[in-house]
């Protein structure tokens, strides 16, 4: 699903479907063609709605302490600022597109994700749900 609508973007669009530039498109101050960047939005929180009424939400979030989640979050939009784009934009529609800037950029969020968790299971030795 996630790669057809990234593709359905591309082909009615001309945009790629890369999620942290959507966002900036739809509230930075340079933001052109904002409608169906909300409209895109919109869809993507509506069907994480749908897919929670239906589904069991008993995985995922780990915490909802805000003191975790917000530098968290934070963390994530200086990693996205920094690769030039998100997974979903390199990874899904970079690699679709034969990108090597996002071929490489996948291999790195994928290679410290692998890292991350080796060393909080191996050298923090926190496992599972324990967080």
Do not use: E, K
Not at 37 to 51: E, M, P
Not at 67 to 95: D, E, K
């Amino acid at each position: 699903m996630i790669g057809l609508s990234a593709s359905l973007l591309l082909w009615t669009n001309g945009r790629i479907a890369g999620i942290s530039g959507i966002v900036a498109g739809a509230v930075g101050p340079a933001a052109t063609h904002r409608a169906w960047r909300w409209f895109f939005l919109l869809g993507l929180l509506a069907g994480t709605a749908g897919w929670f009424s239906f589904v069991d939400a008993g995985f995922g979030v780990r915490s909802n302490n805000p003191w975790l989640l917000l530098p968290a979050g934070f963390l994530v939009g200086v990693g996205t600022r920094m690769g030039s784009g998100c997974t979903s934009g390199h990874g899904v529609c970079g690699i679709g597109r034969l990108s090597p800037r996002s071929l490489i950029a996948t291999l790195i969020f994928v290679g410290f994700g692998m890292l991350t968790v080796f060393v909080i299971r191996h050298f923090l030795h926190v496992s599972g749900t324990a967080w």
